[in-house]
């Protein structure tokens, strides 16, 4: 095998050649990876009558402060609609904060209070012990290769966007 992909093996069979079961396997992998990552924020949600949307809005707040609704739209390639149903209700509960631009008033830049921060914290908490352990018992070459591969399942516009993020640009 010259190309050093097909040498890498996976349940005995080269990764270059997974057959329609193994890539059903691996998609049911995924689904019920995702049940299990995403478990623990759901119950702290679910107190707070939130669901996966406000989750997502709060975690991506957090990771860039002062980030535009127009971004977050992108970012999260939700409705305006749906967008502003989360905001309204994150603001009212005083998570969010929602500041109007300095040079363009039509923006609004959005800010974790201090209650936010403290939510995203217990969130966001739960999924890294589960990704540290995960990642642990998988060791640094199986993280590696399924950084390579979630990002190689990314659109080419979510992939930018998500390196981006990852370099704070």
């Given at each position: 095998m010259s190309d050093g992909r097909a040498a890498q093996i996976y349940g005995g069979e080269s990764l270059l050649f997974l057959t329609d079961e193994q890539l059903r396997q691996g998609i049911e992998a995924m689904f019920f990876a995702y049940r299990g990552f995403t478990a623990d924020p759901d119950r702290i949600l679910a107190d707070m009558a939130y669901g996966r949307a406000h989750h997502r809005a709060i975690h991506f707040i957090n990771r860039a402060p002062g980030t535009?609704?127009?971004?977050?739209?992108?970012?999260?390639?939700?409705?305006?609609?749906?967008l502003n149903r989360v905001l309204r209700t994150l603001v009212a509960d005083g998570l969010v904060e929602s500041r109007v631009g300095t040079s363009d008033k039509r923006e609004r830049h959005l800010f974790l209070t201090e209650a936010g921060q403290s939510l995203e914290s217990q969130l966001s908490d739960a999924?890294?012990?589960?990704?540290?352990?995960?990642?642990?018992?998988?060791?640094?070459?199986?993280?590696?290769?399924f950084k390579q591969?979630?990002?190689?399942?990314?659109?080419?516009?979510?992939?930018?966007?998500?390196?981006?993020?990852?370099?704070?640009?």
């Open positions: 535009t609704v127009n971004n977050l739209l992108a970012i999260l390639g939700v409705t305006k609609q749906s999924q890294r012990a589960r990704m540290r352990a995960a990642f642990r018992d998988a060791g640094p070459e199986a993280v590696a290769g591969v979630l990002e190689a399942m990314m659109d080419t516009d979510m992939r930018r966007a998500y390196v981006k993020l990852r370099d704070g640009s």
